[in-house]
């Protein structure tokens, strides 16, 4: 028994009538990186089609050192596959998106983090940097960490929103820079 099983039955209904999208450029220039909260899906959020932008996710949409690495991965490969079809200057935007009411907020507890520590094994110190208790000031931070960082392509820039769950609205509080 998998309870996967209505899932595959829309997968039949999507594969009716797909087009496969081949690999290129992606259409929207964005690399999207959110939570990895299912009320926060960027497809539907940001209407995304097949093709327009990678997206990573994870827990609060944090700008870890894995998320780093990726995107320095991707910024390689555009250049390699896509680096002549448009200007020789820019490659992507990251917009880096967080939400209001994250689950992670309750990490900003010290109590609650100890327990989710001790429970899980994963440590305090990584529960606590995934931590989204104001969106508004940790997008900040991660928008500051990303363009710090060495790995980054100055071919790449970066940007930071916040989507509000009460409203469904999207605010862009940085607008893109280049590192
Ligand atoms: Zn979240």
């Known amino acids: 028994m998998t309870r996967m099983k209505p899932l595959l039955e829309r997968n039949e209904q999507f594969a009716r009538t797909y087009t496969p999208v081949a690999l290129g450029r992606p259409a929207a220039q964005m690399l999207v990186v959110t939570c990895l909260d299912h009320r926060v899906d960027p497809a539907i959020v940001l209407g ?32 390699q596959l896509f680096g002549r079809q448009g200007p020789a200057d820019t490659l992507f935007e990251v917009a880096v998106v967080h939400h209001t009411q994250c689950g992670t907020g ?37 928008v500051e960490r990303l363009l710090a960082s060495p790995l980054l392509s100055p071919k790449v820039s970066v940007s930071g929103h916040v989507y509000d769950i009460a409203t469904g609205h999207v605010t862009t509080t940085m607008e893109a820079r280049y590192p």
Request: proline content about 6%; charged content about 25%.
């Open 106 to 142: 309750f990490l900003a507890d010290p109590d609650f983090r100890r327990q989710a520590a001790e429970a899980t094994g994963v440590p305090e110190a990584t529960l606590e940097a995934s931590a989204v208790a104001d969106p508004h000031l940790t997008v900040k931070t991660d």
């Open 48 to 79: 995304l089609q097949l093709g327009d932008a990678p997206v990573i996710r994870n827990a609060g949409g944090r700008i870890t050192q894995a998320v780093i690495d990726d995107i320095a991965f991707l910024a390689f490969l555009a250049e």
